[in-house]
């Protein structure tokens, strides 16, 4: 029980977004049907493809979470990063492109005006459950950002499930306030084409977040160094070192949102053993993992300074 209870609130986020647009999808979908409203039908598979998404990624957590093997000595953690960009792509051909091509045939083929209140209805009650939805996910991430700014925290942030939600359910919210202001102008002017620019607008939104989510995504499935405070502190620990005389250079890489991958390159003293300079090593090791538990593989490479290759990501 627990190990459930803690599964439960490692994906709490991804697992309330998925609650909420499920039940929302089916309110559109049948508001949608009996006023025949564009932007409630276009908000309908807007729904279904956030949780289509929110599927995905729990399904990436499971599979990242699957220990190293000969074919994948580091692990599978960065499977969570394609299953990210994957999500941007849906959003982006899916949701926007059915909202852009349904705008387009109500414009074309405008249908005839009926009764909104059940779409106000609707809205009005999505409204409420994705803001729950985007309250938890702000939540959690602003617990992880620390001081970071907003989007320096998600250009930095080496988990896409947390501000994937994030992005999602603002797009969600901005959708249904769109979708609200369609159908009411409609109504106010007469027009029903009206509603299929509003469909058109909210694909617009989500094309600009697909775009965004999946720049960060593709940062991560490249790979990305770790934070610069972390290669900071591994490098004033390598340094304080007695036997070190200097760090040429310390590179880092993600291999999971909570598991990096360190190369250090670092001039020992000339007048060591071969023996003295592998205990020393241990030594350093043991020290950096317990400076940052994250550093799930420590490579250690002894090297004179003077034959060190520069250190590009630093300029040095």
Known sequence: MSDLTARIRENIVLLGALAANLGIAVAKFVAAGITGSSSMLTEGVHSVVDSGNQILLLYGQKRAKRPADAAHPFGYGRELYFWAFVVAILIFAVGAGVSVYEGYLHIIEPEPLSDPTINYVVIAVSFLLEGSSWWIARREFKASKGDLGWWEAIHQSKDPAGFIVLFEDSAALAGLLIAGAGVWVSHALGDPRIDGYASIA???????????????AKGLLIGERAEPRVVARV????????????????????????????????????????????TIIEQIEQALKKEEPRLSSIYIRPEKASDAAPDRTTGQ
Do not use: K, Q, Y
């Not at 949102?257 to 071969?274: E, G, Q, R």
């Open 235 to 278: 490098r004033e620990a390598v340094s304080a070192h007695p036997a070190i005389t200097a760090v040429n250079h310390v590179r880092t890489i993600h291999t999971a949102p909570d598991s990096i991958f360190v190369a250090i390159s670092a001039d020992f003293d000339d007048n060591l053993t071969m023996g003295e300079g592998e």
């Open 202 to 216: 909210i694909g617009g939104v989500l094309g600009i977040v697909a775009v965004l989510l999946a720049r960060e």
